[in-house]
């Protein structure tokens, strides 16, 4: 289960933020690809558990899963790659190039408005 390693290292930044902007964080977004995706589940847990206590406890953990793309050989088209059926949408070829993998970000951290 990564998702704690993984949790525990978003708590780590999202905590460095708050202090450095003595603020409370609300919201924050990660995103991954498919090689490294997260269960969502097992991550909101995760965070929750290791942020309690903390001024994270009670944010919002949105998990954005970015689609594995692919890049057509017969017809050039790029399109997201469906595991299940790993077919090129437009001429149904089955040659086609994987794309990198979306890595996994810590996108976006949203701090309480105080005004």
């Known amino acids: 289960m990564h998702e704690t390693v993984v949790a525990e290292s978003v708590l780590r930044t999202i905590l460095e933020h708050a202090e450095k902007l003595k603020a409370r964080p609300v919201r924050a977004v990660v995103s991954c690809g498919q090689f490294n995706a997260l269960n969502e589940e097992a991550m909101k847990f995760a965070f929750e558990t290791a942020a309690a206590g903390t001024v994270c406890e009670g944010m919002l953990l949105q998990i954005r899963q970015i689609p594995l793309r692919a890049v057509c050989r017969a017809c050039r088209t790029v399109f997201e790659l469906n595991l299940m059926t790993p077919l090129c949408p437009q001429c149904r070829s089955e040659d086609f190039e ?10 976006e ?4 408005d105080k005004s």
Do not use: M, N, S, V
């Open 98 to 107: 994987i794309q990198p993998d979306a890595p996994l970000l810590l996108e």
């Open 109 to 112: 951290i949203e701090f309480e």
